[in-house]
C-alpha cells in the first residue's frame, strides 16, 4: 500500500515537471522570435529607431540632419557619422545666420514723393520683401526685376525671405536692412548676387536717379555683379560708340571690380555703345543709350548675355 502510495505521488511529481518544461521551452521561443537576428546577432542586425544627434537638431529615422555651414547658397554640408561629408544643391537659403546692413538714402532721385525701391534678383532663390513686417514684394523669382515699388512714409525696416522657408515655424529673415533710412521722392535699387567671396547672398544697395542732367545726354552707371574670375581685380570698362553720335568718344569706367563693385553716374551722348573689358574678362555687349534716360548696366557674367541694363527712368 505504502508503495503504491510512493509510486502515485512520483507520476504526479513528473507530470508538473513535464509541464514546467513545456512552459519554459515556449517562453524561450518566443524570446529568441523576437530578437532581430537572433539571440547572438545572426541576422542583419538593422535598428530603424536609433536616435543620430545632429549639430542642427536629431531624428529617430536613422537620418542625420546634418552641420548647417551657414551658406545662404544653398550647398549644405552633412556629416552622418563625423567622418564623411557630402554637399547637396538645394533651392533654399540657410536661415541660421542671417545677414543685417543698414543704409540712408537722402537724394531726391525721382517725382513721386514716397519713396520708392527697385529689387533686382540675380541669385536663383524665389524671395519675398517686406517692409517692417508687412510684404511689398511676395514673390521675386530668380533673374527678375520687380521695377517700382512704392514704400510707406514710414519704412524702417527691409526684410529678405527665402520664399521656400516661409511656411517653416523658424523661418527668418536672411537678409535685414535696418535701419533704413529713405527721403522722400527717393529711389533705392537693391540688387542681390550670389557672393563669390563668401558663398552667401551678396546685396548692393544703391541710391539711384531717374533724370539725366541734360535733355541731350543720358547718365549712365556700372555695377559689377560677379566676381568675372577673381575677386581681387579691377579693369577699365568702356562704353565703345559703335555708329556716329553727337560726339562719337568712348567713355571709360575705371577701378571697377568685384569689391568696388559699383561706379558714379556718367554724362554719356545718345547712340550705339559696345561694352568692352580691358582685360577681356566678358564677350562685348552692345547697348542703345538715348537721351534724357539714366542707366544702371549690370556686368553678370553667370547669365548670358552678360550685361543686364536697368533703366532708371522708369
Known sequence: MMMLLVQMVATMINKKLIQCLYLAMACLSLLLASCDGGLFGTGDGTNNNIMIE????????????????????????????????????????DNSMPTTESFDNMLPGGQNAAPQMRVVNLTQLNVQVSVNDNPVINELLPQQDSGRVELPVDAAQLLFSDVATLSMDDSVAFHTIEPFNAAEFSITTIIMRPDDATSNIGFITLTTQSESTSPSTALVRLVQATSLGDINSSSTITLVATQPNNSGSDVNFEGLSYVTQKTDYADVLPGTYSLTDANNRFASESITIEAGHVYTLVINSNMAPALRAIDDSQ
Open 54 to 93: 545632429g549639430e542642427a537638431g536629431s531624428t529617430t529615422d536613422g537620418m542625420n540632419e546634418g552641420e548647417d555651414t551657414g551658406s545662404t547658397d544653398g550647398t549644405t554640408t552633412g556629416a552622418t557619422d563625423g567622418d564623411t561629408t557630402g554637399e547637396t544643391q538645394m533651392s533654399t537659403v
